[in-house]
């Protein structure tokens, strides 16, 4: 059997994790010197009230490896093997704390480490494609090369409402070089080789959106895609893009998600996004 592990940066409608088996691991959160478990121990209204009370961001981390040690341990207790799928190393040592936990539990439990070189709804899609076919019986090396083929073929596409979580934000790399040109339009982010790339800018939300769905039909034609939308406290806004995209590219299955808040925290409420994600033929 084929367990399958991700991190809290996997986001996926509500009940798809325990539809497909997932164990997810928690990226920490911290206010000061209190911290808390994303998806556990703190929810989203209480994240950004806090936010706005002490006009300062938390800052996060990556889970100890000693807590993927645990979690491996006891998942392989009945023979499993685990196959552990996390957001990209180029935003997080989260995919290394992994890998190292994987090197401790070696000769016990057999861990299958990938790095998505993406998140949110990204990984979400390629976590599910990963519990899709373990369930129709592939084993888990044959897994790992399916989702490391696809891997390059999955796009995604953010708008940040303004910029006053990335001004704050110490997380966002090349976004910085931004700051001073764009502080009074939307940036379009793209992911590329796992990184946050800046590609376009929008002076409104509906040019954002409908630039947003253009690029992707730039990149997927008329292929059939799987999509996946998702939003920091914007859920009309996502249906908005959601419905758009819809009506121009070949969506097969949609979901949406609400963006995980160790990821908004980079971004702001009022981010919306979406990723595409290849689907069969």
Known sequence: MIKIVTDSTCDLPPGWISRYGLTVVPINIQFGLETFYEGQTIDPAAFYQRIKA????????????????QVYQR???????????????????????????????????KVYVVDSLTSSVGLGLMVREAALLAEAGLDAAEIVARLEARRPEIHVFIMLKDLRYARMSG???????????????????????????????????QKGFARMVELAAERVGQSPVHLGA?????????ATLLALAR???????????ELALSLA??????????????AEE
Not at 247 to 257: D, G, H, K, R, V
Not at 265 to 275: I, K, Y
């Open 54 to 69: 002490e006009g300062a961001l938390p800052t996060t981390s990556q889970p100890a490896v000693g807590e993927f040690s």
């Open 171 to 205: 997380r966002v790399g090349r976004l910085r070089e931004l700051l001073a040109s764009l502080l009074h339009v939307k940036p379009i982010i793209s992911v590329d080789e796992g990184a946050l790339i800046p590609v376009e800018r929008a002076r409104s939300q």
């Open 75 to 109: 998942l392989a207790d009945n023979g499993s093997e685990i196959l552990s799928i996390h957001l990209t190393s180029k935003l997080s040592g989260t995919w290394q704390s992994a890998t190292l936990a994987a090197r401790q539990v070696q000769g016990q439990v």
């Open 247 to 257: 009506s121009q590219l070949n969506c097969q299955e949609t979901f949406m998600a």
């Open 265 to 278: 925290v980079h971004f702001g409420p009022g981010t919306v996004g979406f990723a595409t994600y290849p």
């Open 230 to 238: 998702t939003h920091a406290q914007a859920p009309r806004e996502a």
